[in-house]
């Protein structure tokens, strides 16, 4: 059940409808039912993974808490990673060996196969995983009802593409009182709009020229490689930031806050920052789950160096099954290693080469990096990535011939038109995050102004949604495969 379907917004408001009738202390029970429908819509039968992987951490974590100590704690991580392993990483790793038998020159034993990746694997694992960490830390109490544990996990705003939360945010906001709330609904509407606009205006229409240039990359110049890599870096946080919101907004309606998880990231001004603003869920689950135990940056530069490579190329690898995952992992952990080494006092403070750099151009020098970047997190091959970047510059020399360029443009899988519409959108969106960077986000900036201000700006929100939006042949949301 996609969030930008018709389908979802009739289940949401039944859902939120029944929510307000029902005394309070039954709403959980109707959340969890409603979660477990929201997946199932998917695939049915796949509900039993998610039950399972509930009960092995709320079994974990109720014996961490009465004594088990690391005798309860690894088992269930055990469990954990070797369900994530099984459904993700299973087949890749049995391709891999495949392909380094064959450059051997050897019969690789092992016939191919395929597993049905569940959707959203990644997200409520690494949920579940933090939980049972964070128990054995005693950072708080193990829930005792499992049920009141599994609406935890299955939460339907955020089930299958985050943001990762935590118990000690999210769980009782569960099971609290909620009235209904004008300012709520205001304020969760809003989220949702603006998801919206970053999924049906940006991403799904962005996604017909990167997938049109990414999927046979040989078929293009460099114009329309720059293009496509340009394009999916708006397609890709439109896609994610839009879930993001949209999930916000659901759960605002509810009286629940989740987490902000998308931050201005590409006003950011390095790439240790980028990662403060991207994706912040996973961003701190790494580094309190993995960096920080690994040794951090409380330890030799060297080994602090080493600690944030292994990180990043563990997140790459989360996020796909995949060598060009690991590379984009791998990319920008170097890149955090060498500003590393650009600043002083641990990374915080920077030298006079950063500091003679004025802010819009550090911006302008990430953003570069960061939209590079994303070519071996889209590509569908180290081939593939490997060409692109040989061949970025391929056709410059003919940017001023119009009917090159023309012809170019039209090969894209877009129409003219259609480009432009992404092109303004992108830049309402930049200056919209521009204008509010002051604020915690635009819909703070806009309660200062009056409401004759804040209704044409919905309005127009609204009117480019309906107008421009793509609605025919669904997109599902990028990270759903994560």
Not at 391 to 416: A, H, K
Request: glycine fraction near 8%; hydrophobic fraction near 50%; charged fraction near 15%.
């Amino acid at each position: 059940m996609l969030f930008n379907s018709l389908q979802f917004l009739i289940f949401f408001a039944v859902t939120a409808l029944l929510y307000y009738i029902l005394p309070y202390k039954t709403r959980w029970v109707l959340l969890l039912i409603a979660s477990c429908c929201f997946y199932m819509a998917w695939r049915p039968e796949l509900i039993v993974l998610i039950l399972f992987s509930s009960l092995v951490n709320y079994t974990g974590a109720r014996l961490v808490e009465n004594g088990g100590g690391k005798r309860a704690l690894i088992p269930a991580l055990v469990i954990d990673i070797g369900l994530l392993f099984v459904f993700k990483y299973l087949v890749f790793v049995n391709e891999s060996f495949r392909w380094l038998y064959e450059l051997l020159g050897k019969t690789y034993p092992v016939g191919r196969f395929d597993i049905i990746l569940p959707m959203g694997i990644s997200f409520y694992t690494f949920q579940g995983m933090g939980y049972l960490i964070d128990i054995y830390r005693g950072e708080y109490k193990a829930e005792k009802n499992y049920l009141k544990f599994t609406l935890f996990i299955t939460f339907f705003p955020q089930l299958v593409a985050g943001p990762i939360e935590r118990a000690d945010r999210l769980m009782h906001q569960l099971f609290a009182k909620h009235e209904l709330n004008a300012d709520n609904f205001s304020t969760g509407a809003k989220y949702m709009l603006m998801g919206y606009l970053k999924k049906t205006v940006i991403a799904d229409r962005a996604a017909v020229l990167v997938d049109t240039v990414f999927n046979s990359p040989r078929d293009f110049n460099g114009i329309a490689l720059l293009t496509a890599a340009v394009f999916f870096a708006f397609q890709i946080y439109g896609d994610f930031s839009g879930y993001s919101d949209i999930a916000k907004g659901c759960a605002k309606i509810l009286g629940i806050d989740l987490m902000q998880n998308f931050n201005r990231p590409y006003f950011a001004s390095s790439i240790k920052d980028f990662w403060r603003r991207w994706h912040i869920s996973l961003s701190s689950w790494f580094k309190d789950y993995l960096y920080i135990p690994l040794g951090g940056s409380r330890c030799s530069k060297l080994r602090r160096d080493i600690n944030l490579m292994i990180t990043f190329c563990v997140s790459g690898l989360w996020h796909g099954a995949n060598w060009t995952f690991v590379l984009w992992g791998g990319l920008h952990g170097i890149y955090q290693v060498i500003e590393n080494h650009l600043f002083r006092n641990g990374g915080k403070e920077p030298n006079k080469i950063i500091l003679g750099i004025t802010l819009p151009f550090r911006w302008f020098i990430t953003l570069v990096i960061v939209i590079l970047t994303w070519i071996p997190f889209r590509a569908n091959s180290i081939s593939d990535c490997i060409y692109i970047f040989g061949n970025l510059t391929s056709g410059l020399e003919n940017v001023t011939d119009m009917q090159f360029v023309y012809e170019t443009v039209n090969s894209l899988g877009l129409g003219i038109f259609e480009i432009a519409i992404v092109a303004a959108a992108i830049v309402f969106l930049m200056l919209i995050e521009l204008i509010s960077i002051r604020f915690e986000d635009i819909h703070c900036m806009l309660m200062r102004l009056p409401f004759v201000f804040r209704f044409a700006f919905y309005y127009i929100i609204a009117a480019i949604i309906l107008s421009t939006g793509v609605f025919s042949g669904l997109g599902e949301f990028i990270y759903f495969q994560f």
